[in-house]
């Protein structure tokens, strides 16, 4: 009976709380401060990738540093299809030329590991940064895109739509079989691939998944701006954001990548506009390194182990 | 017809070559033991059969199926399973999911989830591990994380198994133990390879032995035949032992 209360209170909390807080967040807009409005998208906005960015690089451990190529694919795809088709068909190409992008991306990289995928993937981005330079630049004439802008209340909505679809969907396969041979890929992916998964095709369609996500994302926030180019596209702080809050927030347990993104890019905003500007990737890179360092499974991992600690667990429970 | 065989095997790496033309065959219910010294190409034609890594020259047919030039997971879906001479267990994930994995991918019939919990839970038991299946895999002991390993292989529901120097680490009641195992996997109807150290129980549980030097095949035959093969013990104990005495 009391453990059966307990199981019910546990699961009120799991579920309750995330749910009154994506209500409250929901009904913002309706009391209007543009100012925290805008706090909020690009909150949702980092939230999106760096749960996206977790559904593969968290799980698999194959650190991906593509991810600001992903969601400049995006912007552009916003940018050339933004005048002549409604806004969802436009999110759904951005989020479609992703994973096209991130396939034939990931048959070719996906057999290096560790250092060297990190690498090649951050490669990918300058390269499509400056394939784009030097298309604009010498073949189209014009730099950059105009972008038909979007309502602030449309990309809000929007956007909180596709970071709820991409925790349901990041939710079910970590629950799924799938999630369970992506865990073990990330455990020991010989071993995996001898007993039965065939790893090439399960990194390669999850690769190309969370990169859809990225995608999209990308498509919704190029219309908050009225002007494109490579240079904002392809910003490369995109590509490490999502790495570094997922990290800071804990990767084992799907509240974690949320968790650090919410901390950790209002630390940003306050650093950046506060007086400390001009030290902000100083204390962004000393709050890295602590992380790592310190808390090596993020947030979620110190709580997880202080309520060990507490209840005198015998072993930490597996997250799942 | 051989259940598996394999035909003038030969792979290199680099310069050398660890496996060079060797014939071999297994039938339906044998144990059939591959020893030689360290660096004989024991593991390497492990590797070959599992497909781990890609033959050079030869070919492999298991059940009159070609399977030279296939995945590591098409391998196992047809029926062969392995295990690995340093335990390659999934450490962080429960003791059940790593034998539920493998009846979930492995095994070409494709169970449900329940059915696959049902399978592994029946393998658990059937190695002694069903106390605790929801504990970390790496809280195991090496012995029980061998176990483990040898559960998730049968999982893939295998009708050959290659195990992998099983006993090597364990105490002396852990191989009496393990070798019981492997004689009540045998009476399951799965066929075996193991490659193992321990001469007690490569000596008592095999049907047919060969043994490997230099990545050549040096003999074959019945325990009691290679327990007094001269090249045998050459390769062992060195020529000295048996001039001299």
């Known amino acids: 009976m009391g453990l059966k209360k307990l199981f019910t209170a546990q699961a009120a909390i799991k579920w309750g709380i995330p749910l009154i807080i994506l209500i409250l967040v929901g009904v913002f807009p309706v009391f209007h401060s543009t100012y925290y409005q805008t706090l909020i998208t690009f909150a949702l906005m980092y939230m999106t990738l760096s749960v996206a960015w977790t559904i593969f690089s968290g799980t698999t451990g194959y650190i991906s540093l593509a991810s600001a190529a992903f969601y400049g694919i995006g912007i552009y795809a916003s940018a050339l299809f933004g005048e002549k088709m409604p806004f969802f068909l436009v999110i759904l190409i951005g989020g479609a030329a992703s994973f096209i992008f991130a396939f034939i991306i990931g048959a070719i990289t996906l057999r290096l590991r560790g250092i060297f995928f990190s690498m090649f993937t951050f490669g990918l981005v300058l390269l499509a940064y400056q394939v784009l330079i030097w298309y604009e630049l010498t073949i189209k004439n014009i730099r950059g895109y105009f972008v038909v ?23 079910v396969l970590k629950r799924s079989k799938y999630g369970l ?21 399960v990194k390669i369609l999850t690769f190309s998944l969370s990169a859809v996500f990225m995608g999209a994302a990308g498509a919704i926030m190029a219309t908050k701006l009225s002007y494109i180019d490579p240079n904002i596209a392809f910003d490369p702080m995109i590509s490490f954001s999502p790495a570094l809050m997922a990290t800071f927030g804990g990767m084992g347990n799907i509240y974690g990548p949320v968790i650090g993104s919410v901390i950790f890019y209002f630390i940003q905003d306050r650093l950046q506009t506060g007086p400390l500007q001009n030290y902000y990737k100083l204390i962004f890179g000393a709050v890295l390194v602590g992380t ?22 015998k072993s930490a429970p597996i997250t799942g | 017809m051989h259940l598996l065989q394999g035909e003038k095997v030969t792979v290199a790496f680099g310069g050398l070559t660890a496996v060079s033309e060797v014939d071999f065959h297994v039938d339906k219910g044998e144990i059939l033991g ?32 070609n399977i030279t030039g296939k995945k590591p997971y098409q391998v196992t879906r047809l029926g062969i399973a392995r295990t690995f001479q340093t335990v390659k267990i ?18 070409p019939k494709r169970p449900s989830a329940s059915q696959a919990t049902k399978d592994a839970m029946e393998l658990l038991e059937f190695v002694g591990l069903q106390k605790d299946p929801n504990s970390p895999a790496r809280d195991l002991t090496l012995a029980n994380q061998k176990r483990l390993e040898m559960a998730r292989a049968l999982a893939a529901k295998p009708e050959l198994l290659l195990l992998d120097e099983l006993m090597a680490g364990l105490n002396h009641t852990e191989v009496a133990e393990a070798m019981d195992d492997i004689r ?8 075996i390879i193991m490659i193992e150290h321990v001469m007690k129980a490569i000596m008592s549980i095999c049907d047919r032995i060969v043994v490997l030097n230099y990545g050549k095949k040096i003999a074959e035959g019945t325990p009691q035949e290679i327990a007094n093969s001269k090249t045998v013990i050459e390769v062992y104990l060195g020529e000295e032992c048996i001039t001299g005495s």
């Open chain 2, 34 to 65: 591959l020893i030689g010294p360290n660096g004989a190409g024991k593991t390497t034609l492990f590797n070959l059969i599992s497909a781990a890594i890609p033959v050079k020259s030869g070919k492999i047919t298991f059940k009159d199926t």
């Open chain 2, 90 to 107: 999934f450490g962080n994930l429960s003791v059940l999911d790593n034998v539920r994995l493998a009846a979930l991918f492995g095994d």
């Open chain 2, 184 to 191: 009540q996997v045998r009476d399951r109807g799965i066929t």
């Open chain 1, 149 to 171: 802008i979007q309502s602030d209340n449309a990309i809000f909505y929007y956007l909180l739509g596709l970071f709820i679809i991409t925790i349901i969907v990041s939710y």
């Open chain 1, 292 to 313: 790592i360092m310190y808390m090596p499974s993020g947030i979620v991992g110190l709580i997880q182990k202080l309520q060990k600690r507490i209840s005198g667990a």
């Open chain 1, 181 to 201: 041979a992506l865990s073990s890929i990330g455990e020991n992916e010989n071993a995996s691939e001898h007993i039965g998964v065939n790893v090439t095709l």
